[in-house]
Nanobody, 115 residues
Framework: QVQLVESGGDLVQPGGSLRLSCAAS????????MGWYRQAPGTQRELVAT???????NYADSVKGRFTISRDNAKNTVYLQMNSLKPDDTAVYYC?????????WGQGTQVTVSS
């Protein structure tokens, strides 16, 4: 069973930065597609960014140029560096691992952007 544990969420002022981390258990991390999603109150969960096993990345238009997804296969960890944060980035951020036909989720970490 895969377990994902996110960390790094916090309260930050507009224009600030945060780095989220997601540590995965198991031996399949390096061949999995990893992703970050977010869900604000009253909205559906939406894609933020994904990274393939070959480190090909994809971003939502709303975060392009501000967020960077990366992975460290030696540490079974995926990161989301978030810069120039805006109040609209406020949400619970979830880590996702996809492999074969399976999809796994972390418990989420709260990011609040407010002055």
């Amino acid at each position: 069973q895969v377990q994902l544990v996110e960390s790094g969420g916090d309260l930050v002022q507009p224009g600030g930065s945060l780095r989220l981390s997601c540590a995965a258990s198991g031996s399949i991390f390096s061949i999995s597609v990893m992703g970050w999603y977010r869900q604000a109150p009253g909205t559906q969960r939406e894609l933020v960014a994904t990274i393939t096993s070959g480190s090909r990345t994809n971003y939502a238009d709303s975060v392009k140029g501000r967020f960077t997804i990366s992975r460290d296969n030696a540490k079974n960890t995926v990161y989301l560096q978030m810069n120039s944060l805006k109040p609209d980035d406020t949400a619970v951020y979830y880590c996702n691992l996809k492999i074969w036909a399976n999809s796994y989720w972390g418990q989420g970490t709260q990011v609040t952007v407010s002055s």
